[in-house]
């Protein structure tokens, strides 16, 4: 499984993007993906995830209420909608493939890796 996630870019606070997760070697609907975020000099952190079929979701306490996860399983892909942005929302945005097994929540639930995409928000 291959993932590259693409959309981001510079914008100012309050303004909106939308990240895609674009996957190949597997289809998005045999597995949950989630979105990951690492700001300079911290620690990745969890941003939101969804499930193959799209039923479930998940936020990080960042996200709830700016951000949101969904798929298209036709397309394979992925996408992340970030409303709302904030200077500290700024980092660099990862997608992730899921394994069987493990917290949503946690980096090491997840074994395949994307590019990740830059994300600044200027105030």
């Known amino acids: 499984v291959q993932l590259q996630a693409s959309g981001g870019g510079l914008v100012q606070a309050g303004d909106s993007l939308r990240l895609s997760c674009a996957t190949s070697g597997r289809t998005t609907a045999r597995y949950d993906t989630g979105w990951f975020r690492q700001a300079s000099g911290k620690e990745r952190e969890f941003v939101a995830s969804i499930g193959g079929s799209g039923g479930l979701r998940y936020y990080g306490d960042s996200a709830k209420g700016r951000f949101t996860v969904s798929g298209d399983n036709n397309k394979n892909t992925v996408y992340l909608q970030m409303n709302s942005l904030k200077p500290e929302d700024t980092a660099v945005y990862y997608c992730?493939?899921?394994?069987?097994?493990?917290?949503?929540?946690?980096?090491?639930?997840?074994?395949?890796w994307g590019q990740g995409t830059q994300v600044t928000v200027s105030s």
């Open positions: 992730a493939r899921k394994g069987n097994s493990g917290s949503y929540y946690y980096l090491n639930s997840y074994v395949a």
